[in-house]
């Protein structure tokens, strides 16, 4: 099993320039998520998708999309890239259900650089 | 006041000390609770989850205080490979989120 898989590893865009950032899972979990990381301030989650067929804001939204396009895959779009969105980017997933476990799995990240 | 909070550090010290990072968390209704571990630029990974009744993993223990909203890691017995960041992560009821502290860094100097 591959886990949590992320495209590109690493990008360098243009402001302005569009692009969308890729993630796929196997391990057949239900809940997908994408975060940012940026120095001294922790994960921050952008958008979610609790299960197949949703997806709801997270905490810093503005100037991303996202789409869940089956179980397996949660794309990520930045439609008009702005340096502020330079950062590293993880997608996670998890089997997210009361009283389970909800451990999430990480992919390797994908770092950006918008000039 | 931010939902989960811990010391930045860093921590630094010496191989085989005991050290021992704590948590707080705001949402009362949490309901479940993890210790990751980050090394520099890479992906987080899943250290311990955290149970009510306290847990212990080889030189690991997580330890959980609903009544005063906090969990704790010890590491004994400290490793050079032990240095990293590690990440609390919370999450509250009624939602699909996690929610992650900005991490504690520690350094075991040999």
């Known amino acids: 099993n591959a886990g949590v898989t992320q495209t590109p590893k690493f990008q360098v865009l243009k402001t302005g320039q569009s692009m969308t950032l890729q993630c796929a899972q196997d391990m057949n979990h239900n809940s997908m998520y994408w975060y940012r990381q940026d120095p001294g301030m922790g994960l921050r989650l952008i958008y979610y998708s609790a299960s197949e067929g949703t997806t709801d804001k997270g905490e810093v939204p503005n100037g991303y999309n996202v789409s869940r396009l089956n179980k397996r895959e949660f794309s990520l779009r930045l439609e008009s890239a702005a340096p502020s969105q330079t950062s590293v980017y993880f997608c996670?997933?998890?089997?997210?259900?009361?009283?389970?476990?909800?451990?999430?799995?990480f992919g390797p990240g994908t770092r950006l650089t918008v000039l | 006041r931010k939902e989960v909070e811990q010391d930045p550090g860093p921590f630094n010290v010496p191989e085989g000390a005991t050290v021992a990072f704590n948590c707080t968390y705001s949402n009362s209704a949490s309901q479940s609770f993890f210790w990751y571990r980050q090394d520099c630029r890479k992906e987080p990974k899943l250290l311990m989850s955290v149970y009510s009744s306290g847990n212990e993993d080889g030189r690991f223990t997580a330890q959980l205080n609903r009544a005063s909203q906090y969990i704790s890691l010890l590491i004994r017995d400290s490793k050079l490979s032990d240095s990293a960041t590690y990440l609390c992560v919370v999450t509250p009821s009624g939602t699909y989120k996690y929610i992650f502290g900005t991490g504690t860094r520690l350094k075991v100097l040999a």
């Open positions: 996670a997933s998890s089997d997210f259900r009361t009283g389970g476990s909800n451990e999430q799995f």
